[in-house]
């Protein structure tokens, strides 16, 4: 169970949710999958297009450039003077990049799926599959990803809170944002917002209003309605 006391000291709490968001936008994935008929598959990839071409592909480029590097920097070798718990945080890291590899593997099948289903070469039955596969393979993702924030949240997150000073992970989280860019970064953060709203913490909400600055808060509905439900309403 994640420490509250060392999760309330962790500031790169974006990283959180986004990966939160990209297991709920997996989940509504399959969902929309599994009731989509071949002659609608035109939608499903749209979908497929903003869950694995945009919210992933956001999430790893921040994770393999920047998170990554950065967590192993600081939780591993010379920057900590218990051998075992440094080897324990190195296998965590690693265990975890496998996972992303096997996420990004997942998504790439999902998205070759999408695009199968599209095909008018191919039969009804054969796009059907594919509509399946996409189904089936959405599932896999939002399990996997879920499983991939138990090893963040119970070992990684209280990690980072209780080792790294906050002004140095503030600065850290910074760059992150400005990584992701102004116009991706407003879509990503609607996201965070919807899977946060959807989880009923009170706790999350409340980190949530003191790491977003309020003014930034109130433009989310428009952003809101403006950005992310023309990409996401078929999943809506």
């Known amino acids: 169970m994640l420490s509250s006391s060392l999760l309330e000291k962790f500031e790169v709490q974006p990283w959180r949710w986004h990966t939160k968001s990209l297991a709920r936008d997996a989940g509504r994935l399959q969902k929309l999958a599994s009731k989509t008929d071949p002659n609608d598959a035109e939608i499903l990839k749209d979908a497929c297009d903003f869950v694995v071409g945009f919210n992933m592909m956001g999430l790893h480029k921040v994770e393999a450039t920047l998170f990554y590097p950065w967590m192993k920097k600081k939780l591993t070798g010379a920057n900590l003077d218990?051998?075992?718990?440094?080897?324990?945080?190195?296998?965590?890291?690693?265990?975890?990049?496998?996972?992303?590899?096997?996420?990004?593997?997942?998504?790439?099948?999902?998205?070759?799926?999408?695009?199968?289903?599209?095909?008018p070469n191919k039969t009804e039955s054969r796009r059907a599959e594919a509509i399946a596969e996409v189904a089936k393979h959405s599932a896999k993702l939002s399990n996997?990803?879920?499983?991939?924030?138990?090893?963040?949240?119970?070992?990684?997150?209280?990690?980072?809170?209780?080792?790294?000073?906050?002004?140095?992970?503030?600065?850290?989280?910074?760059?992150?944002v400005r990584?992701?860019?102004l116009l991706d970064s407003r879509l990503h953060l609607v996201g965070m917002y919807e899977?946060?709203?959807?989880?009923?913490?009170?706790?999350?909400?409340?980190?949530?209003?003191?790491?977003?600055p309020g003014f930034t808060r109130k433009l989310i509905p428009r952003w809101?309605?403006?950005?992310?439900?023309?990409?996401?309403?078929?999943?809506?």
């Open 195 to 212: 899977a946060i709203s959807e989880g009923n913490d009170s706790k999350e909400n409340e980190r949530f209003e003191e790491a977003i």
């Open 179 to 181: 990584r992701l860019g």
């Open 224 to 236: 809101r309605r403006k950005l992310y439900v023309p990409k996401t309403y078929m999943m809506e």
């Open 144 to 176: 996997l990803v879920n499983r991939m924030m138990t090893i963040e949240d119970t070992l990684l997150v209280p990690a980072i809170g209780a080792i790294v000073p906050t002004n140095e992970q503030k600065s850290f989280n910074n760059k992150v």
């Open 82 to 119: 218990n051998p075992e718990l440094s080897t324990a945080f190195s296998s965590a890291i690693d265990a975890l990049e496998n996972d992303r590899l096997s996420v990004a593997s997942l998504g790439k099948n999902i998205s070759e799926n999408a695009m199968l289903a599209c095909d």
